[in-house]
Nanobody, 117 residues
Framework: QVQLVESGGGLVQFGGSLRLSCATS????????IGWYRQDFQTPGKGREWVAIIQSNEITRYADFVEGRFTISRDNARNTVYLQMDNLKPQDTGVYYCHVFYRQDRWGRGTQVTVSS
């Protein structure tokens, strides 16, 4: 059974930092690209948006709004992906999800990040 479990969210002040984790199981982790997405449920009509991805070969890519503030990494021995977020802004508020396409789209339940101004 494929599982993705996010953790590490919380309430942080403007300019603060958080480190999110996504612990996975049930698929050959090291062979798959893993992404982070987020959704701001407080803004009507705003859907889930892509944040970052780390490929199986450890190449990373980021959304433009990240602007060098986030770092995605993976630990294949722990089947875990991390998202280090620094210099957080109120517009980074949202529920953060990790994702893998293993036979179908797989999502965790998310972890809430709230940045106060």
């Amino acid at each position: 059974q494929v599982q993705l479990v996010e953790s590490g969210g919380g309430l942080v002040q403007f300019g603060g930092s958080l480190r999110l984790s996504c612990a996975t199981s049930g698929f050959p982790f090291s062979l798959y690209d893993i992404g982070w997405y987020r959704q701001d449920f407080q803004t009507p009509g705003k859907g889930r948006e892509w944040v970052a991805i780390i490929q199986s070969n450890e190449i990373t890519r980021y959304a433009d709004f990240v602007e060098g503030r986030f770092t995605i990494s993976r630990d294949n021995a722990r089947n875990t992906v991390y998202l280090q977020m620094d210099n957080l802004k109120p517009q980074d508020t949202g529920v953060y999800y990790c994702h893998v396409f293993y036979r179908q789209d797989r999502w965790g339940r998310g972890t809430q990040v709230t940045v106060s101004s």
